[in-house]
């Protein structure tokens, strides 16, 4: 039974970071109705310029966090306004497969002006580990999981209060549609893009100061993947949900069966979920009238 209940925490750890991912995910699918196929190098990128910061500047975590949001919006910005905005009324398909040559372009660029080499990411956090009724956590672990939690809260009150999440929703329903209602679609972009890289941005930190930075990380976002199109690619709250699911079923899977069944334990889940529910958990089904 301790057996089980460690996997399934240290499921939930790992699963709150494929949860943030995927709500990057979700953000831009909502905004624009376009996979990012880059999300997980965009991670990197924001990591690595995270990571050189803390090598130049002794600096403390809590104020690494606030670097990192404004490190993941410039380059969200960057991103939408180089990339994204040129493609504005193109084809969805066109669109994504310029998110693919993207990941290319920032993998080779990472490797470029850093290393391939794994390397420490050092922050002020303790290395100690913190027993709780038997579990023991490292408090990378914990303030990933509250940022998981605090995240989920934060995007909850912003499609339910804010104008812009539910300009979102308008805009990657139909494009012209919004343009006639008044909505501001590079706007809408834009701000899409900003959150879901500092969504990335976040979720890379995080992981790194549990584990090493390495161009690798960059597959976290396929493998934060299953968690989107588990909660639904049209719902990020559900989205954020779906990684805790898809974290622990990979840790289960790896405990029980086989650590080389671990990696495509998620992919399965979504194919069984699919088949009853193709637009997810939590996702709406869409509608057409003929």
């Known amino acids: 039974m301790d057996y089980f209940l460690d996997l399934v925490i240290s499921g939930l750890m790992v699963g709150a970071l494929y949860g943030i991912i995927a709500m990057g995910f979700a953000m831009i699918y909502k905004a624009t109705g376009v996979v990012n196929f880059a999300q997980g190098e965009v991670l990197m990128l924001v990591a690595y310029i995270a990571y050189t910061l803390t090598t130049l500047i002794d600096m ?7 670097a990192t949001i404004m490190i993941g919006m410039i380059v969200g910005l960057i991103v939408e ?4 905005r040129p493609m504005i009324g193109e084809p969805v398909f066109a669109t994504v497969m310029v998110t693919i040559g993207l990941a290319v372009f920032i993998r080779s660029l990472v490797v470029l002006l850093w ?4 390397h420490e990411f050092v922050t002020s956090l303790s290395e100690q580990v913190i027993e709780i009724s038997g579990i023991r956590l490292y408090p990378s672990q914990i303030v990933a ?40 679609i590079k706007h809408v972009y834009a701000v899409a893009w900003a ?4 969504i990335a941005g976040i979720a890379g930190v995080l992981f790194a100061s549990i584990y090493d930075l390495d161009p690798t990380i960059s597959a976290m976002g396929l493998n934060a993947f299953p968690a989107a199109i588990l909660g639904g690619l049209d719902s990020v709250l559900g989205s954020g949900f779906g990684g805790l699911i898809i974290g622990v079923v990979e840790n289960l899977t790896g405990g029980y069966l086989s650590t080389g ?3 495509v334990s998620g992919f399965v889940v979504i194919i069984l979920v699919l088949m009853v529910r193709p637009y997810g ?8 009238r003929v």
């Not at 290393?115 to 794994?118: H, I, L, R, T």
């Open 60 to 66: 403390p975590f809590w104020l690494l966090i606030p």
């Open 81 to 84: 306004f180089l990339f994204i």
């Open 115 to 118: 290393d391939a080499f794994p």
């Open 145 to 184: 999981f509250i940022t998981y939690l605090v995240l989920m809260a934060a995007f909850w009150s912003f499609f339910r209060y804010s104008r812009i999440g539910i300009a979102m929703r308008a805009v990657a329903n139909k494009e012209t549609v919004a343009l006639l209602m008044g909505i501001r």
């Open 195 to 198: 959150l879901s890289s500092i």
């Open 261 to 263: 069944l671990k990696s």
């Open 281 to 288: 958990l939590f996702g709406e089904p869409e509608i057409e």
